[in-house]
C-alpha cells in the first residue's frame, strides 16, 4: 500500500460501487484522488468525506463517453496534484439489457460508447501526460463478459472485449514509455449493476442468490496492488478474481 502514498490517481465511475470503494481506499492509502462520475452531488460527498478524514480528493462532473470532459478530468489532476500517477478507467453501465432484435440502437449505442470508448478516452488522456512524466499506470476494469456472450448483453460483452483489446494493445505500444496497462475482471461484486441484473431475470447471472456477490472493497484492494512493483510482471494481462492464485498474490485470500 505504501507504493501508492502520494500518487495521484484518476478514477472514472467513482460515485458508487468499484469506483467509490476504490477512492477511499486509495486515500486511505495515502493517494491523492480525482473522483470523476456524472452525479456530481455524489462524487462530492465521497470527496468530502475523504477530505474530512484527513484525505487529498477532488470530484468532478464526467461523461466518459465525451473525450472532452475525461480530457478535462486528467488536466484538472494534473492541475491540483502535479501530474498522474495512476488512472483507472472503472465507469461503466449494463442498461440497457435486452435481446438484439429489440434494442433501441441510439441507448444500445451509448451504452457501448460509455464501456468502449470510456476505456479508450481514459487512454488517450492519461498517456500523452504519463509519457511526458516518464510513466504511469493504466488500470482498466474487465468483466468476464469479455470472454462470453451474455444473454441481453450484447453490448456489455461486445465492448468489455473491445475493451480487453485495448488494455493489450496500450502495454504494447507504451510499455517503453515506462507506462504499466493491466485489466482486472473483479467477477460479479455487490453494486447496484447487480441488482439491475437481477431484475433483468436474463441469462444465469441474474439467477445468482446476492449472498455470492463481493464486497466493493474486494476489487478496490486489487487495484492498489496492482500499483505495486510486484504486479509489474502482470502488464498488459487480465487478472481475474476468480483465480484463487491470482488473489492469494495479491493477499485477499
Given at each position: 500500500?505504501?507504493?501508492?502514498?502520494?500518487?495521484?490517481?484518476?478514477?472514472?465511475?467513482?460515485?458508487?460501487?468499484?469506483?467509490?470503494?476504490?477512492?477511499?481506499?486509495?486515500?486511505?492509502?495515502?493517494?491523492?484522488?480525482?473522483?470523476?462520475?456524472?452525479?456530481?452531488?455524489?462524487?462530492?460527498?465521497?470527496?468530502?468525506?475523504?477530505?474530512?478524514?484527513?484525505?487529498?480528493?477532488?470530484?468532478?462532473?464526467?461523461?466518459?463517453?465525451?473525450?472532452?470532459?475525461?480530457?478535462?478530468?486528467?488536466?484538472?489532476?494534473?492541475?491540483?496534484?502535479?501530474?498522474?500517477?495512476?488512472?483507472?478507467?472503472?465507469?461503466?453501465?449494463?442498461?440497457?439489457?435486452?435481446?438484439?432484435?429489440?434494442?433501441?440502437?441510439?441507448?444500445?449505442?451509448?451504452?457501448?460508447?460509455?464501456?468502449?470508448?470510456?476505456?479508450?478516452?481514459?487512454?488517450?488522456?492519461?498517456?500523452?501526460?504519463?509519457?511526458?512524466?516518464?510513466?504511469?499506470?493504466?488500470?482498466?476494469?474487465?468483466?468476464?463478459?469479455?470472454?462470453?456472450?451474455?444473454?441481453?448483453?450484447?453490448?456489455?460483452?461486445?465492448?468489455?472485449?473491445?475493451?480487453?483489446?485495448?488494455?493489450?494493445?496500450?502495454?504494447?505500444e507504451c510499455?517503453?514509455?515506462?507506462?504499466?496497462?493491466?485489466?482486472?475482471?473483479?467477477?460479479?461484486?455487490?453494486?447496484?449493476?447487480q441488482v439491475?441484473?437481477?431484475?433483468?431475470?436474463?441469462?444465469?447471472?441474474?439467477?445468482?442468490?446476492?449472498?455470492?456477490h463481493a464486497?466493493?472493497?474486494?476489487?478496490?484492494?486489487?487495484?492498489?496492488?496492482?500499483?505495486?512493483?510486484?504486479?509489474?510482471?502482470?502488464?498488459?494481462?487480465?487478472?481475474?478474481?476468480?483465480?484463487?492464485?491470482?488473489?492469494?498474490?495479491?493477499?485477499?485470500?
Open positions: 500500500m505504501n507504493e501508492v502514498n502520494g500518487k495521484a490517481v484518476v478514477i472514472t465511475g467513482a460515485s458508487r460501487g468499484i469506483g467509490a470503494s476504490a477512492a477511499r481506499e486509495f486515500a486511505a492509502a495515502g493517494a491523492k484522488v480525482v473522483l470523476a462520475a456524472r452525479t456530481a452531488t455524489q462524487i462530492q460527498d465521497i470527496a468530502d468525506e475523504i477530505t474530512r478524514a484527513g484525505g487529498s480528493a477532488v470530484a468532478m462532473a464526467c461523461d466518459v463517453s465525451r473525450y472532452r470532459d475525461v480530457e478535462s478530468v486528467v488536466s484538472r489532476c494534473v492541475d491540483e496534484f502535479g501530474g498522474i500517477d495512476v488512472m483507472i478507467n472503472n465507469a461503466g453501465v449494463i442498461e440497457p439489457i435486452g435481446h438484439l432484435a429489440t434494442s433501441e440502437p441510439e441507448a444500445w449505442a451509448h451504452a457501448a460508447d460509455i464501456n468502449y470508448k470510456g476505456v479508450y478516452f481514459g487512454l488517450r488522456a492519461a498517456i500523452p501526460v504519463m509519457q511526458g512524466s516518464g510513466g504511469g499506470i493504466i488500470l482498466n476494469i474487465s468483466s468476464g463478459a469479455a470472454h462470453r456472450a451474455m444473454e441481453g448483453w450484447s453490448h456489455y460483452c461486445s465492448a468489455k472485449a473491445a475493451a480487453k483489446m485495448l488494455t493489450e494493445a496500450a502495454d504494447l510499455a517503453k514509455d515506462g507506462i504499466r496497462v493491466m485489466g482486472l475482471s473483479p467477477g460479479t461484486i455487490a453494486t447496484e449493476m439491475l441484473i437481477k431484475a433483468s431475470g436474463l441469462n444465469p447471472v441474474s439467477q445468482l442468490d446476492p449472498s455470492v464486497d466493493p472493497s474486494r476489487p478496490a484492494k486489487a487495484l492498489i496492488w496492482m500499483c505495486s512493483q510486484d504486479a509489474a510482471s502482470f502488464a498488459g494481462q487480465e487478472l481475474s478474481l476468480r483465480d484463487e492464485d491470482t488473489c492469494k498474490r495479491m493477499g485477499l485470500g
